[in-house]
DNA sequence: GTGGTCTAGACCACC
DNA sequence: GTGGTCTAGACCACG
């Protein structure tokens, strides 16, 4: 089962993609295998502290991408496999890198001082 | 002048927040001095294409904040020193760190990994 | 609930402090007591023909002054006394006045005409 | 020559149109007769404080309702007979004893508080 | 359905 | 030309 606990709202993206991106990276890293549910709308919406419309809708495009599958009166569940799961770890990888390296060169940062930036904090992050 | 050439508008992000990063990052670069002028809301918003009112309300935050200077009918100009525009670097350079490292753990990428794949996708990414 | 039955738009002064006005002369009437809804910013800029975003801003400014009280999803309601009543009906009325009595004095009309136009015409304009 | 020292600019209403209702009040309380000078767009920008452009805007509008007649080079000068000026006095006094009323309707404020009012406050607005 | 925000286009006043 | 404001329409999150 996918774990929220580490789910850090943000208010300068919409909740249904943050939603969204939190089980992508689930994913990637390999918290959930082929089949494994996804915590159902009322408990997730309970939990996040917002309304079980927004986990719907949140749901609902995952359903469409073909990584979860819902059936009426059953639990959703996620129907992944190995390929794509490396697709999406893949995907999200290199996206938050490439980001991370356009920010740095708007700024004029250097490499060195990028990785070391990142080599020092990474400890103070909590997982 | 600051330039805009390598803005690249993302759609998860509200335009108006994404134009005061760039400024702010174009500042931490030191690519603009104290006096310096900001383009016009005409002028950005015509190369954006966006909305003048877009780039407004991101002007109006900057002044808010006292980053930039403007009166009716003169160009706005940067009204910074040396002291904020370290802050400025400082607090954008953590941020984004922290946002890459909180993204590394979620997907249980390890350290080693986030800093290699960075490392090789540097010089991919044009300045 | 509030009535927009006689409210007549005039195009010399921006329509969001028509609305403001529109909503202060109903407390000041008496028409209004603490609690009551005000309608929703879709109806009311059906009714009015004008964008809901422009009844936001009235609304937004009249919770800023604490005449109303706002709250996502739930209708927005009035929040006054009394004597606040007193007090806007006070304040508009004296300014009511002085902008006619201003006015009369620039076209060098008596007093006299001016009460006795005010009160020949009295009875001509619909409550 | 119309006089401009009661002018009392609001910022709720542009400018240009202030100008406008000014000019004709003068003209309403007998003023200025047929073939007299306005004030030059310079001089007038001067004393009220305003850009030129927007004097310019205000006798533009004058000029085509056929109030002033501007010819290049000559000074400006109000072209008006007898019978206009009383259409325009009748005409303002009119309208702003229609709106006081109105207000005073909207509030619920009797005929006789109105006339009190406006007789008490008299004498405390400047001419 | 509700309130709140973001983007868009037109207009006003100024240099 | 410049900055500033008002109105318009679409979208998001909530009850």
Redesign the interface.
């Known amino acids: 089962m996918i774990s929220f606990d580490?789910f850090?709202p943000n208010d300068?993206?919409?909740i249904y993609?943050q939603i969204i991106l939190?089980i992508k990276?689930?994913i990637?890293?390999?918290?959930v295998v082929d089949g494994d549910e996804v915590p159902s709308r009322r408990s997730l919406s309970a939990l996040l502290g917002v309304n079980p419309n927004t986990v719907q809708k949140s749901y609902h495009i995952l359903e469409e991408e073909g990584i979860i599958f819902s059936s009426p009166g059953a639990k959703s569940c996620v129907t992944i496999d190995q390929q794509k799961i490396a697709l999406i770890?893949a995907q999200?990888?290199?996206d938050?890198?490439?980001e991370?390296?356009?920010?740095?060169?708007?700024?004029?940062?250097s490499?060195e001082?990028?990785?070391a930036?990142?080599?020092s904090?990474?400890e103070?992050?909590?997982?």
């Open positions: 580490d850090i300068t993206s919409p993609l939190h990276r689930g990637a890293a390999g918290n770890r999200l990888l290199g938050q890198a490439k991370m390296i356009h920010a740095m060169k708007q700024m004029r940062i490499k001082e990028a990785l930036t990142l080599s904090l990474w103070d992050i909590p997982s």
